[in-house]
């Protein structure tokens, strides 16, 4: 990281390149300023590295918001906006972001905040929220000597119409084949555990004091499927294992068609209203919420798929109608199972939120055939579960209890299963 500082004091150093502006955002994928190719790239450099973006500024001069980012090379971008809600997006190839994540909560003028990331393998984005109707003025990348690029995205206010008018909808994603991906291998007889950490890329779920949500969820998944992977009775399969950004319906997607026998999915959320929320909570899906607090939670995780730029309605792939009420139920009863178990374990170790056992309508809990649950580790916005959330030895400690309450939903579930095939 410390190879990366690209502090460059003039601004002045631009190629000076004629270069396309105009109002954008009139059709999907329409690219302003592309870079004129290998010629400007920095020949040090090989052509395939990911470009690294260091200083991201958001700044209001007049009736213009600007948000500028430093780049180690131009690269190509393309913006678009979007409504509901109210978002600009702008689309990089993939870019190694060493941009402090608390930057992305500043706000200037009418664009609330933005964040960005990686959304797939090959693609970045950043996203600007807007407070009201804006539309895209300039979009591009300047050369800036030695090689170095500079994005400068300008925004102005606009009506609400010429706002509609402008904006896209997401393109369709390209429907998983679950014939695609691997099911249970013949022979296999370990349980399959999908552990899911929340957010990733694009989406750094709460965000308090720079660290991010997205990052101490994936640090927990990737100690829990070492450790259940170490005690060989388990596959474990991840949603996923680094920074990306994955949809919230394809996490559930990737459960089923892997054949799950458990699904896990991990966060650690915040309160804005209440610094003395403490503890540990466990998740069931439900259509309805225990409680206002577990449905205002719900309804927040399931804005996901918003916050990354995707429309959310296009990834509501419906799944009831594939299973029949009966394994619907059943499958709940072996969450609620795998709930108390993790309820119980978890209690022996670290602090439980209060009323620790909730349900609510999360959409990664959707899955008709796959025990799940969801598991909030604590609250960020909470000084003490915050420094926890970041302690090593606080992390093995709730690991081993997540383990130990897997470990009993499956010998004990097997048991229940079977009492229930037999009443049947
Ligand atoms: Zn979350």
């Known amino acids: 990281m410390g190879t990366t500082q690209l502090t460059y004091g003039s601004r002045s150093t631009g190629s000076g390149r004629p270069r396309l502006h105009g109002l954008i955002g009139l059709a999907f994928g329409l690219c302003l300023a592309l870079m004129p190719g290998a010629a400007m790239s920095n020949p040090s450099r090989p052509a395939n590295e990911f470009a690294v973006a260091t ?116 393109a369709p994603q390209a429907p998983e084949d679950p014939a695609s991906q691997a099911a249970k291998p013949q022979g296999e007889t370990r349980q399959l555990v999908v552990i899911d950490p929340g957010h990733g890329g694009i989406d750094p779920g709460a965000v308090v004091a720079s660290i991010a949500e997205k990052s101490v ?57 209440s610094q003395d929320v403490r503890g540990a909570t466990i998740y069931t899906g439900s ?50 199972l795998f709930a108390r178990n993790l309820v119980e374990k978890l209690g022996g170790s670290v602090r439980l939120h209060k009323v620790p056992m909730r349900s609510a309508g999360f959409r990664v809990l959707t899955a008709p055939d796959v025990p799940s649950v969801l598991i909030e580790l604590g609250y960020m916005s909470s000084p003490k579960d915050a420094e926890l959330l970041n302690s090593l030895s606080w992390r093995l400690q709730a690991v081993a209890a997540v383990e130990a ?20």
Do not use: C, W
Request: charged share 25%; no cysteine; hydrophobic share 45%.
């Open 287 to 336: 259509e309805r919420a225990t409680d206002a607090e577990s449905a205002r939670l719900a309804a927040k995780e399931n804005q996901a798929d918003a916050v990354a730029g995707l429309d959310a309605t296009e990834d509501m792939q419906d799944v009831a109608g594939i299973l029949m009420d009966l394994a619907k139920r059943e499958t709940r009863t072996f969450s609620s």
């Open 405 to 424: 309450a897997v470990n009993g939903f499956f010998e004990r579930g097997q048991a229940v299963g079977k009492a229930a095939a037999n009443q049947r």
């Open 55 to 170: 200083d991201a500024r958001i700044e209001q001069a007049g009736e213009v918001v600007r948000l500028t980012m430093a780049l180690s090379r131009p690269v190509e971008v393309s913006a678009s906006v979007m409504a509901a809600p109210d978002r600009v997006i702008i689309d990089l190839p993939s870019v190694n972001f060493q941009v402090q994540p608390s930057a992305a909560r500043k706000s200037a003028g009418f664009v609330s905040a933005f964040r960005f990331g990686m959304f797939t393998p090959d693609k970045s984005r950043i996203i600007l929220d807007l407070a009201q109707p804006a539309l895209v003025t300039r979009a591009e990348v300047r050369s800036v000597r030695g090689g170095f690029g500079e994005l400068v995205v300008e925004l102005k206010r606009a009506s609400r119409a010429e706002f509609q008018a402008a904006s896209v909808r997401a």
């Open 217 to 273: 969820v994936l640090a927990f998944g990737l100690a829990l499927k070492g450790q259940l992977e170490a005690s060989g009775r388990y596959r474990v399969l991840m949603t996923r294992d680094d920074d990306t950004f994955v949809p919230l319906g394809e996490r559930v997607r990737i459960a089923r068609a892997a054949g799950a026998d458990l699904f896990i999915s991990i966060h650690a959320d915040s309160l804005t209203q």
